[in-house]
């Protein structure tokens, strides 16, 4: 079964974003070159749309019709008579030395358009409806081929009217399947609308348009399930993450600095992975580790501060100090083995006989401690990673602002700021072994069946978070 | 050259290592290999041209995993290390064999008993053979129905594969080795390979452990007599004889000889008498078939089963690609889009730089309404047109559609009096564009009225997006301007939606160039005045003295700001001193301050060495209240004065004469000494370029007052604009 290809052409008027548009739909940040200014784009540049490798659409950019009064001015007047056909009449233009001078650009976008099947008429949603915009889609009508308004920009305040004067003036001119979707602020639901209004558009195209809704619903899916895996991997690595020192001053402290600073680095590491699967780059990343100045703000991992402003509460008043986000395990004489957590690894020793436990077990009689980190640090993590996935989803490629990670409350969070960690966090903390960070052999830990099967709880956990704070199903039905 | 370039280019064209369709269980286990390695270093192996071969062929992800994996360069030693990894399971497999084997020849000497003659019991026997296997069969039966613990870890299978894992990390240390085992475990742990391969290993090693076992009872029993017995303490011998029969049913089936009831009635032993010696081989037969029926078949056949088991399984087994290592590779692999390049390239013409236009002063009427139209605007919040003192309005209206162009040029070309100028109010959240451009060049153009244009909403954009958004913004509308032939001194940005005092008065002092003085309390206007005054009191071409008494006239203006100006013109105030030398340094001083457009030009150069001259002299004997003729430290001033100006024009044959100069420098040399002087506060670089605004390439030729006052009117209304150019209207 072969698919017929489908060709869009982009336009609209200058700088309304029209590559911003392929960016965003080609997932291609790099896709030819953007600005705020006037004619960034001054050339036709196309690109297809995979699915499974295969091309299915090709979009083509086109520099801005910026002046569209004089092109119709310009067309009215080659019109001898009122019977000519408006296509001989634009065919005849296409043709003429205007097309090779005045109106260049103008005849690119038309002769573009003449050889696509469909237009995408790319709006700012922010500007009024003025005569240049009437006159170019009075032009885009002469070419008689069917013509989707996207309007762009519709996330700022600005739009909201203007959008519906938009809508107004384009049902005038009987265009009626218009599309909301913003470049920057990407909506997976606005993308899928607007290839459902170009199938109802195009009855030929309607299997190969089929599949790229399909594909696309697929990969989003994909991508939130690959984004949790991720976190609970970074997750169960962190929780899972001991230290025994012996109870001496000076080495607990360095343990407790390479501590810290293998639980950011694989923070670092999560986050790069993170850009590289929803197709960003690292530079669109905002690092916040690096500057001292921000550390001391409240923005590293190890900060009291950083939890107030993330807005969890610190069980128990936050220790300062470098002893901050860690937790001891420390043991009194021997004897006590209080917590949860030692009487879980106790059993567990006495049950598996795993030489983990009991190696535990002997490092503790001999008056050695263990470090970890603290509830509080692990929700922190949790909760910034998260807001990273939910900026990253809802990111278009088109944006040119840096990611930063807020502080501010997300649905998805409200569980790991306030509510009961998950169960399988607990069991990573008496499994000591399930953690990359300190391991020698850090691959083969992959393969352990029992941290397999908590990550794929854990996973399932956080992408049903996730699922939830985009407001909008993965899979429809 | 041609079979070179097939030579280079064939590999990445067709992935080296075959068609789709050769994708099997080694090509995945490699490829799990590399994300066991790449997890291990903690960074992915970048290599482009593996991932360009990937992305070349047609197929799901992970097919282009697998063809990844294939072109790394690391794929030859990973795939040695797997294979190395299997030939040490083998070995490990062999040796388990042969040790099997060895331990079933073992037990079944062992059960039979060192010596021959004495009777031996024969279930004793057949326990000992068969009874560990079947209870092992039995825990195999139930961990396999009891189904997904994916590996039985304690099964025999699961030991020679540890073992071999631990041979080949003990033979082979380094990261290839410990990702190969990694893959190895990892593949059968998720799939269901690894269960039949360890079940097929432990049905193997049991299936040789029979078979030694075998290959010795017979052996045994050939070569020696036993008597097969049985006893009992409380079972019956009713019971022994049907267990015995059912025991005997399928090996008889099979044809091997078995005991009859009476015989087997015969054989039981009750301490002493000997057991029937035909009943001996019948024992045997049954011994031998049991061994082969209950042990030997079922082994064979469960061996079988796996096998075919784990054939299946590894037809069936994908690569999870939903896993981190896996599919972060999606993004590189499976691009989404491909570009396809450009298809019409932009023409080398556009690369061009726009046309250049002459930054001169403009032919601004001073009669006549102002034209005022709004350009693809809102309506401002405030009036409209805005309410100024100044100018007489001749309001255009707001101009959107073709039509509204029409009607502006109309009305323009049929007022009654023609309009001095157009203010032309464009809004800066739209993008300048060639449609604007294109309007705003014919407007001037057609109606021959200087254009003026007037960016509003600056506020607005500045609320969408940063600083530098505007910034830009405004520096590419000033670039439209300039290819519409607009001077950037007749750009300016003023928010018409928040119109404060201070924007008001500057858009006042754009359009109507005869405002009165600024706010600061200028004096230009007085100055200008005051050269009026002199030159119309001069008879003739003045002389070096009322020149400087002109200048000492315009310097008491600016008296207040003495200090400042004196500083900017490097004024030596000590009476002593070379004059001569400090005449000079004025001269020099003015001159520096003058744009290099002006400095090419004779007449220029002499009105700025004049201006500077006497400026020094005025400031010196602004304090003095004589005439400056009568202060003796300046005796024979016309004379160097004169020198000086020759020097700097060049012109030894100058036609004035030692003390007299040309009326036109004068003029244009008090000018400038009173522009200097307004302009004082602002730095050297803004005042050149206020001059640089305000200054014809030449000065027109000057012959009375009357000239002057138009020179210098002129010369107002363009410092204003350039004033308000520069925002300190």
């Known amino acids: ?477 | 050259m041609t079979s070179a370039l097939n030579q280079t280019r064939s590999p990445a064209l067709t992935p080296v290592h075959g068609s789709p369709e050769e994708f099997g269980l080694e090509q995945r286990l490699l490829a799990e290999a590399v994300r066991q390695y790449e997890e291990g270093r903690g960074t992915p192996v970048n290599e482009p041209q593996a991932d360009i071969a990937a992305r070349e062929i047609d197929g799901d992800l992970e097919r282009r995993i697998m063809v990844r994996a294939q072109s790394l360069t690391i794929a030859p030693a990973l795939t040695g290390a797997l294979q190395q990894l299997h030939h040490a399971v083998a070995l490990v497999v062999v040796v388990g064999l042969i040790i099997a084997a060895v331990t079933g020849a073992t037990t079944a000497r062992m059960t039979l008993g060192p010596e021959a003659g004495g009777p031996v019991n024969f279930f004793w026997v057949l326990g000992s053979i068969l009874g560990v296997q079947t209870l092992a069969l039995i825990a195999w039966l139930i961990s396999i129905m009891a189904k997904p613990g994916v590996i039985a870890i304690g099964s025999l299978g699961g030991i020679v594969f540890a073992l071999g894992s631990r041979l080949t990390r003990w033979l082979h240390k380094g990261p290839i080795q410990i990702a190969a085992v990694q893959a190895m475990g990892s593949v059968y742990a998720r799939s269901n390979i690894g269960r039949w391969t360890l079940s097929a290993i432990s049905h193997g090693l049991w299936l040789a452990f029979l078979i030694g076992c075998l290959l010795l009872v017979i052996l045994i029993l050939s070569t020696k007599q036993y008597g097969f017995v049985w006893e009992t303490t409380i079972l019956s011998e009713r019971t022994y004889i049907s267990l015995t029969r059912t025991l005997a049913l399928v090996p008889e089936a099979l044809g091997f000889t078995t005991p009859d009831a009476g015989q087997i009635a015969a054989s039981q032993w009750t301490g002493e008498g000997k057991p029937p010696p035909q009943a001996g081989e019948a024992w045997s037969g049954l011994l031998v078939g049991s061994i082969v029926v209950y042990g030997i078949l079922p082994r064979t056949l469960l061996l079988g089963l796996c096998l075919l088991g784990r054939w299946r399984a590894s037809r069936r087994f994908r690569l999870d690609t939903t896993r981190p290592g896996f599919s972060h590779l999606r993004s590189r692999l499976m691009p989404v889009a491909r570009p396809i390049g450009i298809v019409d390239r932009e023409p080398a013409s556009h690369l061009e730089q726009p046309d250049r236009i002459e930054e001169g002063p403009l032919p601004i009427q001073t009669e006549g309404p102002t034209a005022i139209l709004g350009l693809e605007i809102e309506p401002p919040q405030s009036q409209w047109p805005p309410r100024l003192d100044g100018p007489d309005w001749l309001d255009l209206g707001f101009v959107d559609s073709r039509g509204d162009r029409r009607r502006v040029l109309e009305q323009i070309n049929t007022a009654a009096t023609a309009p001095r100028m157009i203010v032309v109010v464009c809004s800066l959240t739209s993008t300048p564009d060639r449609g604007t451009r294109a309007f705003i060049h014919d407007l001037q153009q057609s109606t021959h009225i200087p254009v003026v244009m007037v960016l509003t909403e600056g506020q607005r954009l500045r609320s969408r997006g940063n600083g530098d958004q505007l910034r830009q913004r405004i520096e590419d509308w000033h670039q439209l301007a300039k290819t519409a032939q607009v001077p950037d001194s007749r750009v300016m940005e003023i928010d018409l939606d928040h119109l404060t005092e201070a924007s008001r008065a500057k858009l006042a002092r754009l359009v109507c160039a005869d405002a009165r003085a600024g706010p600061r309390g200028r004096h230009i206007e007085q100055s200008f005045q005051v050269i009026v005054e002199h030159v119309s009191r001069w008879s003739g071409q003045p002389g070096v003295t009322e020149q400087a008494e002109l200048q000492r006239a315009i310097a008491a203006l600016y008296r207040a700001e003495r200090p400042a100006w004196q500083d900017l013109l490097r004024v030596d105030l000590k009476e002593s001193g070379n004059k001569v030398e400090q005449l000079k340094t004025g001269a020099h001083r003015m001159i520096e301050l003058l744009p290099e457009r002006l400095r090419h030009n004779r007449r220029w150069l002499a009105a700025g060495a004049l201006a500077g001259a006497l400026g020094c002299v005025a400031a010196t004997t602004l304090v003095t209240p004589a005439a400056i003729a009568a202060l003796p430290a300046w005796a024979g001033l016309g004379a160097a004065v004169s020198s000086l100006v020759g020097s700097f024009r060049k012109d030894e044959q100058s036609t004035a004469g030692p003390t007299v100069i040309d009326f036109t420098e004068a003029v244009s040399g008090a000018a400038l000494f009173a522009l200097v002087l307004e302009l004082q506060g602002c730095d050297e670089v803004t005042i050149t370029r206020i001059i640089d605004r305000v200054a014809e390439d030449e000065p027109p030729p000057i012959n009375g007052p009357d000239a002057a006052r138009r020179w210098l009117a002129g010369l107002r209304q363009r410092l204003d604009l350039a004033l308000a150019a520069e925002g300190m209207a």
Request: charged share 25%; aromatic share 4%; hydrophobic share 40%.
């Open chain 1, 1 to 477: 079964m072969t698919l017929p290809i489908l060709k869009v052409a982009v336009v609209g008027h200058t700088n309304t974003g029209k590559t911003s548009l392929l960016r965003t739909l080609t997932r291609d940040a790099g896709f030819g070159e953007v600005s705020n200014r006037p004619a960034t784009t001054r050339h036709v540049e196309g690109t297809s749309l995979l699915v499974d490798g295969r091309p299915l659409v090709e979009l083509y950019d086109t520099p801005g019709l910026e002046d569209s009064i004089g092109l119709l001015e310009h067309l009215d007047s080659l019109r001898s008579d009122r019977h000519t056909d408006w296509l001989e009449v634009l065919r005849q233009f296409l043709g003429s030395p205007a097309a090779q001078g005045e109106f260049e650009q103008e005849a690119k976008v038309l002769r573009q358009v003449l050889g696509s099947d469909i237009a995408l008429y790319v709006i700012d949603a922010r500007e009024r409806v003025l005569g240049k915009h009437r006159d170019e889609l009075e032009i885009l009508g002469r070419t008689a081929k069917p013509v989707v308004p996207i309007l762009n920009f519709v996330a700022s305040p600005e739009a909201r009217t203007r959008s519906l004067q938009w809508r107004e003036h384009l049902a005038r001119v009987n265009m009626h399947a218009v599309v909301e979707f913003d470049t920057v602020v990407f909506n997976e639901q606005g993308e899928l609308r607007l290839f459902e209004k170009m199938q109802t558009l195009l009855d030929h195209f309607h299997a190969t348009l089929g599949a790229l809704i399909e594909d696309r619903i697929r990969q989003r899916a994909n991508l939130i399930h690959a984004s949790a895996d991720l976190l609970a991997d970074l997750l169960i690595d962190v929780a899972a993450y001991k230290v025994t020192v012996p109870i001496d001053g000076q080495r607990t402290v360095e343990a407790m600095e390479s501590l810290k600073q293998a639980v950011r680095e694989r923070e670092q590491q999560c986050v790069q992975a993170l850009l590289e699967l929803h197709r960003f780059r690292s530079e669109d990343y905002a690092t916040e580790e690096l500057s001292l100045d921000e550390v001391e703000q409240g923005l590293d991992l190890f900060n009291p501060a950083s939890l107030k402003q993330f807005g969890i509460r610190a069980s128990g008043g936050a220790a300062a100090g470098g002893m901050a986000g860690l937790a001891v395990d420390a043991m009194t004489g021997g004897a006590s083995l209080g917590a949860a957590a030692a009487l879980g690894a106790t059993m567990g020793a006495l049950l598996s006989s795993s030489r983990t436990h009991g190696r535990r077990i002997m490092d503790r009689m001999r008056g050695f401690t263990e470090l970890r980190v603290s509830d509080a640090t692990l929700r922190l993590l949790a909760v910034r990673q998260i807001g990273l996935v939910q900026a990253l989803l809802r990111r278009g490629h088109a944006s040119q602002e840096k990611i930063r990670l807020s502080a501010q409350a997300e649905t998805g969070q409200k569980s790991w700021k306030t509510g009961r960690l998950p169960e399988v966090m607990g069991q990573a903390r008496v499994n000591p072994h399930w953690s990359r960070l300190g391991s020698p052999h850090s691959a083969s830990v992959d393969s352990n069946a029992a941290r397999l099967a908590a990550r794929d709880e854990l996973t399932g956990f956080i992408e049903a978070g996730l699922l939830d704070s985009m407001g909008e199903a993965a899979l429809p039905g």
